[in-house]
């Protein structure tokens, strides 16, 4: 019996050395996490001419959790209310940036408040650049919102060109060359892959529009970042219509109809966006199959095939008449549509992609919506760990490659590898 004991306490001493083990291990992996990041954020901004001086000069007055804002796996957000206070104390640089990536929601203005001077900013966007400017020789700076936000990074730089991946938005276009009217966040990754990076590194000026933006409102961090990756620089618009799984049109109709929403809706949608952007080519999605089945893919690409030439009727949604006046879109293209079918090649490697092609461009770009990693989507477009995808030609069902002409003005593609085959490119 006193045996057992004694072993009994061995083999609790024992757990209790391992316990101790696995919490010394687990501290030293997250200081080392911490350290990695330290160091990838002093590389890139030795790279820039911008330092990132983020770790210097923030400091945070009653917010939880900030210390964590500076670890870039890091999947807190910090919460800003009523009396918390972002502070920048500046006395070695001048700062001249403020990058902040809002979570979820952005709020109207952002108070920036100088020693001497004080500046009230209009906030547009989820993932937000301001430039200093005269506030930049302050040595101290606090920052307010106008309502409660969550934060998920915020980056302090000093003057000079910043860094790539520091989102700088501009407005959504005035004129497009092509506009890429997707269902979901994703699908401009996916089933256009390689598309909008080859027409943007060719400086086409190019406009994304989801017909049915995310539920969940963090998955609009993943949209803008997998944007920005691919070279768009103009930010997206988003049609108000509810997200759904269905098998088929007449369901997709059916759903959209239970919020609410009618076939003239998304036609009116349709029309204005053509009007806004007065684009010379409109992307789509694959109208037979819904890419994978997806009866919300179908049910808008029909729409863009059925309404299209309406941009060109004055009666047809006459608030955007009057507002941006007619547009008449020279080409329709769906993708994997049957008539007039073109091969574009994804796969050349260049030079305003830095080597890369734009297929790998997309593939990059859709890294970054994390929450996607499931079922059929990483598989489409990576492939397995025995058989990688590393061109757009490997993919055999669903190419991204193959589109067809569904509307034209121009008349159809002879050569039938560029989409602005047969336009004005000085247009
Ligand atoms: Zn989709």
């Not at 999605?285 to 890419?291: K, W, Y």
Request: proline residues 5%; aromatic residues 12%.
């Amino acid at each position: 019996m006193k045996f057992n004991i004694v072993e009994i306490k061995h083999k609790l001493k024992k757990k209790k050395e391992r316990i101790k083990r696995f919490k010394r291990n687990l501290r030293l992996a997250k200081r080392k996490i911490h350290f990695r990041a330290l160091k990838n954020d002093l590389k890139s901004s030795l790279k820039s001419d911008a330092k990132n001086i983020s770790w210097f000069c923030l400091t945070f007055k009653n917010i939880k959790h900030a210390r964590y804002i500076f670890l870039r796996n890091n999947k807190k957000v910090i919460r800003v209310i009523n009396d918390s206070q972002i502070n920048i104390l500046n006395p070695f640089h001048k700062v001249n940036y403020i990058y902040i990536k809002f979570h979820k929601e952005f709020p109207q203005k952002i108070f920036i408040k100088g020693q001497n001077a004080n500046t009230t900013y209009q906030c547009k966007y989820l993932h937000t650049l301001i430039k200093l400017n005269d506030l930049s020789v302050l040595r101290k700076i606090s920052i307010k919102f106008s309502s409660d936000v969550k934060i998920n990074r915020i980056y302090v730089f000093t003057d000079g060109e910043l860094p790539d991946w520091v989102q700088k938005w501009e407005p959504p276009c005035e004129k497009a060359d092509l506009l890429a009217m997707s269902t979901h966040s994703d699908d401009e990754q996916l089933f256009f892959a390689g598309v909008l990076p080859l027409y943007a590194a060719k400086n086409k000026r190019i406009q994304v529009s989801y017909f049915a933006p995310p539920l969940a409102l963090h998955r609009f961090n993943e949209l803008l970042d997998g944007l920005w990756q691919i070279g768009i620089k103009n930010y997206p618009v988003f049609a108000p219509f509810y997200e759904e799984w269905s098998m088929s049109i007449p369901e997709a109709k059916n759903n959209l109809s239970n919020h609410n929403t009618t076939e003239e809706d998304i036609q009116n949608y349709i029309v204005s966006t053509i009007r806004r952007f007065k684009p010379l080519v409109v992307i789509g999605q694959d109208p037979i199959n819904g890419e994978y089945g997806h009866g919300q893919h179908m049910y808008f690409a029909y729409c863009l095939g059925k309404y299209i030439s309406n941009s060109t009727n004055p009666v047809i949604d006459p608030e955007s008449t009057r507002k941006y006046g007619l547009h008449s879109v020279s080409k329709l293209y769906l993708h994997l549509h049957k008539n007039n079918r073109i091969v574009l090649d994804l796969d050349i490697p260049m030079k305003e992609l830095h080597g890369k092609t734009p297929f790998e461009k997309s593939q990059e770009g859709f890294s970054k919506h994390r929450s996607q990693y499931v079922a059929f989507f990483p598989k489409f477009l990576y492939g397995t760990i025995r058989h990688p995808i590393t061109q757009a030609r490997q993919i055999k069902d669903n190419s991204p490659c193959e589109w067809g002409l569904a509307y034209t003005t121009v008349g159809p593609d002879l050569i039938c590898c560029d989409m602005f085959e047969n336009l004005d490119q000085t247009d």
